[in-house]
């Protein structure tokens, strides 16, 4: 496995690399949901890059860009592991060159849900995306579905701007528990991580009354809210139940759904989702 860091030593070990070539963009802190994604890179790709940057756009507070956990040494060992040929891990300046001044304007996509609970993330995720697709102009590259809206914005992008990039979407990987596994989840204390399996049982209890023929899309939404409820450590952020093509909120359910929310324990923001395909 070979590392490079900057746009130059990418552009020449791509041109010694044969193709097809799948991409996996991450943030780092990797764990068995990225693995997923190289996998299932590995096994479609003949060169497969991983890109480990955590993106300073696509966040809005400064101190959750610093909080965010890093751990190159650790990553790199993971990545080669999961099969991994080609890690392009650069500095900011690398990815924003002095006098950088263009951003990728996303549309209605990405404007509820997450678009809505963090102004600017979607494009400040779209814009690194596009950087990245320009810089390693993969045939194919892997997102995973934990990050539903995110994967429906870079895919409607990818469209709009005829990036040859196809995009892939991945299951969301879990631990025994349902927790979906995220490298925030790194930031809480074993009390804060066992509490936090309440987002799992909630998306559940609301899938369990959708399939048994709830109509009303809000009564969907409160029962998960209810469950969110009886967990004093979760502070729930919003919960939705949307037309999984638009994101646009429900009113009565007749096909498929996406189940989402967001939610803090012990200070840390967390997703999930659950797709219900009616
Ligand atoms: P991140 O490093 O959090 O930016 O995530 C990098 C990629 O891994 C994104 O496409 C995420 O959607 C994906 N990912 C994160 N967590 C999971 C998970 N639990 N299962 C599958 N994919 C995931």
């Known amino acids: 496995m070979q590392v490079v860091r900057t746009r130059a030593e990418l552009r020449a070990a791509l041109a010694a690399s044969p193709r097809p070539v799948g991409l996996v963009p991450t943030m780092g802190w990797l764990h068995a949901g990225h693995v997923s994604l190289a996998e299932r890179a590995r096994s479609e790709s003949a060169t497969v890059v991983m890109s480990v940057f955590v993106n300073p756009r696509q966040f809005g507070e400064a101190r959750d860009y610093e909080l965010y956990p890093r751990n190159e040494a650790r990553d790199l060992a993971t990545a080669e592991a999961a099969g991994v040929d080609l890690v392009f891990a650069p500095g900011v300046d690398e990815v924003y060159p002095p006098g950088f001044d263009t951003v990728v304007s996303v549309g209605a996509i990405a404007r509820p849900l997450e678009g809505a609970a963090r102004p600017g993330h979607f494009a400040g ?43 892939v979407p991945c299951p969301t990987v879990r631990e025994p528990d349902g927790l979906a596994l995220s490298s925030r989840n790194a930031r809480l204390s074993a009390d804060g991580r066992a509490r936090a399996a309440v987002l799992h049982r909630a998306l559940a209890a609301g899938a369990a009354l ?69």
């Open 210 to 278: 959708a399939r048994s023929g709830e109509r009303s899309a809000e009564a969907v939404r409160a029962a998960v809210r209810a469950v969110l409820a009886g967990e004093p450590a979760a502070e729930t952020e919003y919960v939705s139940a949307a037309d999984p093509d638009t994101l646009a909120e429900l009113e009565a359910i007749g096909g498929p759904v996406l189940l989402s929310l967001a939610a803090r324990v012990e200070g840390v923001r967390l997703i999930d989702n659950e797709l219900l395909t009616g």
């Open 125 to 167: 995720v779209a814009t690194v995306v596009a950087i990245l697709f320009a810089l390693v102009g993969a045939e194919r590259a892997y997102f995973g579905l934990k990050d539903y809206q995110q994967v429906a914005v870079i895919r409607r992008m990818a469209l709009d701007l005829a990036l040859p990039t196809q995009v």
